[in-house]
């Protein structure tokens, strides 16, 4: 599993759109997004590197891996 920290996300529309973004990459995998804690857990087979390069291209700012 990946673990993304992500800024910008405040909505139930953000995470729809990072989903949709995580899911362009890899159309099967498993996101979960919590905005209280600005993370997203990716549950698949797409690099963390393409992950984020995905979700700054829907707007977002990955800030680090969370942890």
């Known amino acids: 599993m990946i673990e993304l920290k ?3 996300m405040t909505c139930n529309h953000c995470a ?3 989903t949709r973004a ?3 990459i890899d159309p099967a995998a498993e996101v ?3 905005l209280a ?4 857990e ?3 087979k797409a690099a963390a590197a393409q ?3 995905a ?4 707007g977002y700012e990955v800030l680090a891996p969370a942890g």
């Open 32 to 34: 979960r997004v919590d």
């Open 37 to 40: 804690a600005g993370k997203v």
């Open 6 to 8: 992500v800024s910008g």
């Open 42 to 44: 990716v549950e698949g």
């Open 16 to 18: 729809m759109a990072v």
């Open 51 to 53: 992950l984020a390069a």
């Open 22 to 24: 995580v899911r362009e």
């Open 55 to 58: 979700i700054t291209e829907a």
